[in-house]
């Protein structure tokens, strides 16, 4: 029988295993064949997960990018909804986004009523994520859509007991995400204050644009980064990121 997604997360924390997660928002996907090309790009540099989903879909490609990844490539495809109307049972699990950095109750708990009974139908892996906005200079979409105000990013504390708290609430993996295209990346000091804090494998994106950033994002305790925005116009990034992570992880294969 195969691993669980979220098993395969847990054990791959387990041994300090990194892993790279790319986000196709189906909003800014063209055509088919730019879609196909990235999905090939994925696989040749062994993307580990692709995320599919948007704070805002204006189109009807949600779930046509899925099933065309699905025809395109094994690597598992996770929903990221922006919402609940973002379910469709061709994918592999949907991140369950509870947002615990803000206090609007439909992002807390209203969404996810809403999307129980289409779930428990649906043969959709369930991953619980805490879901932690970080404050990134300008609103980004996430934070506007959902109306809520991200973490101070000179607040590790914070950002720390809010992570705690979820994992207590028994949410199986924690999201610090600075936002789609944000102007600054998730501060080092903000990822490493949370990663002490938890045992659930933490997940870090939001305007990682660099291989440094990248880097920098890793090195502090992300488990799994994700890059999105930054491979819109250029792959070069997708690339660099797998190089670094595959490097990473080579190191820790030969001290096992
Ligand atoms: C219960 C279900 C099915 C969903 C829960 C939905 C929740 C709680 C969502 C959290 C808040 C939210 C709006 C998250 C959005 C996450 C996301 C898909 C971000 C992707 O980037 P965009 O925010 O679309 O960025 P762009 O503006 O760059 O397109
Ligand atoms: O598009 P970017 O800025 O890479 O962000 C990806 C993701 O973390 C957003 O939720
Ligand atoms: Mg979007």
Do not use: W
Not at 152 to 161: E, F, G, L, Q, V
């Amino acid at each position: 029988m195969t691993m669980s997604l979220l098993n395969q997360l847990v054990e791959n924390k387990k041994v300090n295993r990194k892993s790279l997660a790319i986000l196709i928002d189906p909003d800014k996907v063209e055509d088919s064949s730019s879609l196909i090309q990235t999905i090939h790009l994925c696989t040749e540099n062994k993307v580990d997960f692709l995320f599919v989903g948007g704070s805002l879909i204006t189109n009807d490609n949600f779930s046509k990018v899925i099933s065309i990844i699905k025809s395109n490539t094994n690597i598992p495809v996770l929903i990221f909804p922006g919402n609940n109307i973002q379910i469709d049972s061709n994918a592999d699990a949907i991140l369950l986004l509870s947002l615990i950095s803000g206090r609007n109750p439909d992002f807390l708990i209203g969404q996810h009523v809403l999307a129980a009974p289409i779930l428990k139908k649906s043969k959709l892996e369930i991953i619980p994520m805490g879901y932690m906005l970080v404050n990134s200079g300008p609103a980004t979409s996430a934070s506007y859509m959902s109306n809520t105000t991200p973490i101070p990013s000179d607040k590790p504390t914070i950002a720390a007991c809010t992570a705690m708290a979820g994992e207590m609430l028994g949410l199986r993996t924690i999201y610090l995400d600075a936002g789609s295209g944000a102007q600054k990346a998730i501060p080092q000091k903000i990822i490493s204050t949370v990663s002490r804090s938890i045992s659930v494998p933490l997940v870090v994106g939001g305007g990682l644009n660099s291989i440094s950033k990248v880097g920098l994002a890793l090195e502090a305790g992300a488990d799994m980064v994700v890059i999105g925005n930054a491979l819109e116009n250029d792959y070069s990034l997708l690339i660099e990121a797998s190089d670094k992570i595959n490097s990473m992880n080579a190191t820790l294969d030969i001290h096992q």
